[in-house]
């Protein structure tokens, strides 16, 4: 049952992201994920996307396709959780390198997001709240403090005004503070991250919030064909990224083909693989 | 069959905004709303908004209700709608004072919405669609042009690239252009208007459009309990107008009660009901 431990995780999680306990309830969910997919029928959907191909699992009664999974990135191996977060409980990530925790990371959130299209119909709020936790929990642990989600703004007569904000973490005094914006896909919605960064940059000053989404994949099922496409905006990224803010990095789990392109266009918009993140991050706040 | 109206009008739509064939479809939708909504059962809905009073309309089988209507501005008149179309025909609104044109445009909206919301399970795109035919052919033809939604952004090294927009309006040289988002609600989507007002500012200058979006109204039911509430966000509102870009006006067709008071802070943002447009624009412009 996956959403029995989704269910227990916003308790542990609203009192401390980085916990053990969140740790195990995440990977409790995935176990359970993993037990109700891999006995299901996979239907090879069309890919349009480059490169790439894509499959559906078809609930037991043939009624139910879930979202489209990533063939190269899914690893339904529950023991590579296990090892992963053996290494965060040492610490050590040795071995982890960013291609690894990608496809660990990208198996987990899809299997859940899969899991809950089988059960609920176009529940999309449950899989974004599970994204939090998910993605929450690691980048708490890797900075090792909480996330807030408001932040206050100084005004001039006296009044009190909070922004609300993705998860913001703050380093403390003398570092960057990071803004971490997470969705489990943007399309044109994506504008809001810039639009953030706008605010932040504009009450705190430019380069004291680095702002780093992170993001599922941007893909789009047309269910009645089988056919996979993705969304991509790179020219109107482009022109947020000139025109309203500077976003730090852009990781994604199942990078879009359009958005690589990304970083060699000048000035480049540093679009990564979410993996990099455990390993550049030290560089970043440097 | 309000959709054999609704369909029929992207053809004429797409070739003239403010055609009179475009005005008689809206108004044969209107028409046949309310033929079937009408004869409908009006369920009371326990309204938190203060001074505000909603219903809701069930279907014939007690299976599905519509969205909120509010009670007040409802107004199944379609000699009503026949008097406006006349006025617009002959370009005089002479006793078209902006409250009769907001409840009059009102009525028109939500009929349509709670119709799809009995024919159709979750679908806000055709709504959304009709509202944009609505008010682009009422702000077409009081504008007397027809809007683009995509703008050629100026650019080094000889590339060529175009911003997505909502509606824009040029009104010529030496005038300024109208940035035009249309939405059912906003909620805290309202950061995208703001953001793409930023790049219309950064890309062409601050001033040379005037955003003036449009919004339905900001309810939201609770089914189960059959209670309305609206959500609004006056002080996230304050914090965008201040340090993302400045809005001209924001029109509500359902004025929510939390953003009449920007009226009135300092700086204020402009909050009006939608038919002030139709007085108010030639000042605008000037």
């Known amino acids: 049952m996956p959403l029995t431990f989704y269910k227990g995780l916003r308790k542990p999680f609203g009192q401390d992201h980085r916990s053990p306990e969140v740790r195990r309830l995440l990977g409790e969910a995935f176990r359970a994920c993993l037990a109700l997919l891999l006995p299901l029928q996979r239907i090879e959907l069309v890919s349009f996307v480059p490169n790439k191909q894509y499959l559906a699992f078809a609930s037991e009664d043939g009624t ?15 023991a590579e959780w296990e090892a992963f977060a053996a290494a965060m409980e040492a610490n050590e990530l040795h071995g982890f390198e960013p291609a690894r925790i990608t496809r660990l990371i990208y198996s987990v959130a899809i299997s859940f997001c899969c899991a809950v299209d089988l059960i609920h119909d176009r529940d999309n709020k449950t899989p974004a709240t599970f994204f939090e936790y998910l993605i929450g929990h690691l980048f708490a642990w890797r900075l090792g403090v909480n996330p807030q989600t408001s932040i206050q703004v100084l005004n001039l007569d006296n009044e009190e005004t909070h922004l609300t904000t993705d998860f913001i973490f703050d380093l403390g005094e003398q570092r960057p503070k990071f803004h971490l914006p997470l969705k489990t896909s943007t399309r044109e919605r994506v504008i809001q991250v810039w639009a953030h960064q706008r605010v932040l940059d504009g009450v705190f000053g430019t380069g ?17 064909k089988g056919e996979v496409i993705e969304i991509c905006l790179p020219e109107q990224w482009r022109i947020y990224q000139m025109h309203i803010a500077q976003l730090k990095r ?13 970083n060699e266009v000048f000035p480049p918009i540093h679009v990564k693989e979410f993996g990099e993140f455990f390993w550049e991050v030290d560089a970043l706040v440097a």
Request: aromatic residues 14%.
């Open 208 to 224: 004291r919030f680095l702002g780093t989404p992170v993001i599922l994949t941007e893909t789009k099922t047309d269910a009645k």
């Open 250 to 262: 852009v990781y994604y789990l199942d990078m879009p083909a359009a958005y690589i392109r990304l």
């Open 64 to 78: 139910k396709r879930t979202r489209a999974v990533n063939t190269a990135l899914f690893n339904p191996d529950f």
